[in-house]
């Protein structure tokens, strides 16, 4: 199973990039960790936000790679543990399939990649920064990982 993050967003801030880089290097080499970033797209005065949101949701469906499963990160998915994720993780790897994890734009997700989605995942009821979902998703992936590898990262 290969993990990707497909995240709408380009020219993260250095402590984004540099916490990513950290977390990702600590995934084992057979997730095959990758990230595909899609260019956010220019917003002026009185934006039309149905057909912006239509344009990224293309851009990340074009981003997926065949027979992928697609989680989606919104505020309105599912909350999960640590102990959840870890468990999803043993779910999605004996599925075979590999996954690809989806950070919308600024407007959210398009209808098109939410009704793609095989799973929606919350981190929080609070709507945070697409920066700091980067760093909070990979480090999620590393704990998760690590609770099923019995590494001592994880301490609960």
Known sequence: MKLRLI???TRMPGWVEEAFADYSRRLPPEYGFALSEIAVTPRGKN?????LKRDEGEKILKA???EVRLVTLDERGGQWT???LALRLQ????DGRDVAL???GPDGHAPEVLARAEESWGLSKLVLPHALVRVLVVEALYRAWSLNANHPYHRA
């Not at 779910?91 to 004996?94: N, Y």
């Open 7 to 9: 995240a709408v967003g």
């Open 64 to 66: 997926l790679p065949r």
């Open 47 to 51: 934006p039309d936000l149905a057909r």
């Open 102 to 104: 989806a950070i919308g």
């Open 82 to 84: 640590t102990e959840q």
């Open 91 to 94: 779910r999605w790897q004996q």
